[in-house]
């Protein structure tokens, strides 16, 4: 039995791809994909140029004239993703067709245990069982996977995860990025992976508690237990739409307007995914944020989605909204 062998796939620059598909007059040409004027996409002739995804359209046409800037569909008043998400769904019926696990990350991306794909192949061939191949990690997966751009691969065996470790900040692993990565580095005193091997399992122990300092102690080894799980489409369908500053909703009939425009898109996505999955939702959240004394307040509520029906979802959602709203002097409803 061999070890695990995990791929990650992530389609490089995924958006300008699609679009070069549908339109092939814009391969080798410096293009971007903006929605709402920001760069949500770049290829790598517009990033020749200093061009990335922190620009805005505007100032990527000061870095390149010449780039051409192609902007995401608009429907019901914001953005559809419509096609990238169908051009992901093609990627991964594609993958399922080396794995039987498979587990979609992203719109552009997937995790693939390929370690039974390689085992009954070699078998075939050699007629031998292999029993060590080179393993690579999920946790680990999506930092290799931007090594070695564009269009190579990179593969991670155990024995290399130690060189590798020497310069890789602790920040830079899976789940450590954030505050818990912060709250890491300031009580160990290190930035390292290479650092944070350094310390016993218990010393881990003790600075946090057993599981976590267990998992630290494990990671930084190169020992990833995580399972890739068979997950095809995404767990959840939903959309949403901003509206900064002075765009703010403050009229009953602007609130219930936008509910339905987004209720008819989940409606419309909902159905297609029941066509195609045969599931059916249960739960509906709405999330939404509101100025209260000059303050950004961010609120969430989930109840029962009883109907696919655009109206009745904005009736509910509506709902949710007035049971949680946290301003009930300011309530214009």
């Known amino acids: 039995m061999c070890e695990r062998i995990i791929a990650l796939i992530d389609m490089d620059c995924f958006f300008c791809q699609v679009e070069e598909r549908l339109d092939p ?13 920001k760069i949500i996409a770049v290829n790598y002739e517009a990033r020749a140029f200093g061009v990335s995804r922190h620009h805005r359209g505007d100032a990527a046409k000061q870095k390149c004239k010449d780039i051409i800037l192609v902007s995401v ?3 019901r008043g914001k953005a559809d993703g419509s096609k990238y998400r169908d051009a992901g769904r093609e990627v991964i019926d594609v993958l399922c067709q080396f794995s039987d696990c498979v587990e979609r990350a992203s719109v552009d991306e997937a995790y693939l245990d390929i370690t039974r794909a390689v085992e009954k192949r070699l078998k075939e061939i050699t007629e031998v ?18 090594l070695h751009k564009p269009n190579r691969q990179t593969v991670l065996p155990h024995s ?5 470790y020497q310069t890789l900040p602790i920040k830079k692993i899976r789940s450590l990025g954030g505050k818990f990565g912060d709250e890491v580095v300031n009580q160990l005193g290190c930035k390292l992976m290479a650092d944070l091997a350094r310390f016993t399992e218990k010393q881990l122990q003790q600075k946090f508690d057993d599981k976590t300092g267990t998992w630290l102690y494990n990671i930084a080894r190169g020992i990833d237990h995580e399972p890739v799980t068979q997950r095809l489409v995404a767990k959840s369908i939903g959309c949403c739409k901003k509206f900064p500053g002075k765009q703010a909703l403050g009229t009953k009939e602007g609130v219930e307007k936008w509910l339905l425009e987004l209720a008819s898109e989940v409606s419309g996505r909902l159905a297609k995914d029941f066509k195609e999955n045969k599931r059916r939702a249960q739960l ?9 004394d000059g303050k ?15 109206p009745k979802i904005k009736e509910e959602a509506l709902e949710l909204i007035k049971k949680s709203n946290a301003t009930p002097s300011t309530l214009f409803w």
């Open 129 to 146: 069982q292999p029993f060590q191949l080179a393993n690579t990690f999920v946790i680990l997966g999506k930092l290799v996977c931007g």
């Open 160 to 164: 290399g995860v130690e060189s590798l």
């Open 284 to 292: 509906l959240t709405v999330s939404y944020s509101q100025d209260i």
């Open 25 to 37: 007059s814009l391969k080798g040409k410096p293009m971007a994909v903006v929605q709402y004027n």
């Open 73 to 75: 569909p608009s429907d």
């Open 296 to 310: 950004t307040v961010s609120s969430s509520r989930s109840g029962t989605l009883s109907s696919y029906e655009p």
